[in-house]
């Protein structure tokens, strides 16, 4: 689709709106990024991780960075998990509570070691290696996990936020009538 016509129209003038329109290409646009967006969901989940991964290939002021980055990735999350945002709304129409209290929990030790790093970066005591990060991870996630888990239970929402929740009750709806249908 032309925007303008640069070209005359032989009636002495430019028809600048003809056959104007955004339709195809902003659908041109937006329709990859939504079937991006499971994808871009799921790597939110584990960001933190990513930046933990390529921390001994980026210089300091870069890994002070990617903290703060994490940091703020974890409070997307909990901001989500709190209010019954997207991921709440996907991970309770398929009824996988259990997966997202382990990603609540995970992101509870991510913003435990986010902090701690923060702290060696303000005292000077270097970088947290990142054998120890992921040393510090695994031993938390654990041994910390059912106390991690109930914490990420308390925090989250019961009802999905005003903009999902005819959406989510609609599902939800079809889920029980669908389980009905199964069990005759």
């Known amino acids: 689709m032309k925007f303008t016509k640069i070209l005359s129209d032989g009636n002495g003038g430019y028809n600048l709106f003809d056959k104007w329109t955004t ?18 969901l ?39 998990l709190w209010f019954g945002g997207l991921l709440w709304t996907v991970f309770h129409t398929t009824q996988n509570e259990g997966a997202l209290y382990f990603f609540g929990a995970l992101h509870i030790v991510f913003v435990l070691i986010n ?47 005003f903009w999902i929740e005819d959406f989510y009750n609609e599902e939800m709806l079809e889920n029980i009538r669908t389980y009905k249908y199964k069990m005759k």
């Not at 991780?49 to 002021?61: C, E, G, T």
């Open 115 to 161: 902090i701690l790093r923060l702290h060696m970066y303000k005292t000077s005591a270097g970088e947290l290696p990142i054998v120890l990060t992921f040393i510090i991870l695994v031993l938390s996630m654990y041994f910390g996990y059912d106390i991690f888990s109930s914490m990420a239970a308390d925090m989250s929402s019961s009802t999905p936020c």
């Open 23 to 40: 339709g195809d290409d902003t659908f041109a646009k937006i329709f990859p990024i939504l079937l991006a967006l499971p994808i871009i």
């Open 42 to 80: 799921f790597i939110s989940l584990i960001l933190p991780i990513i930046f933990w991964l390529i921390a001994p290939l980026s210089y300091v002021k870069e890994n002070h960075e990617n903290t703060y980055f994490g940091l703020m990735v974890s409070l997307l999350f909990f901001l989500d």
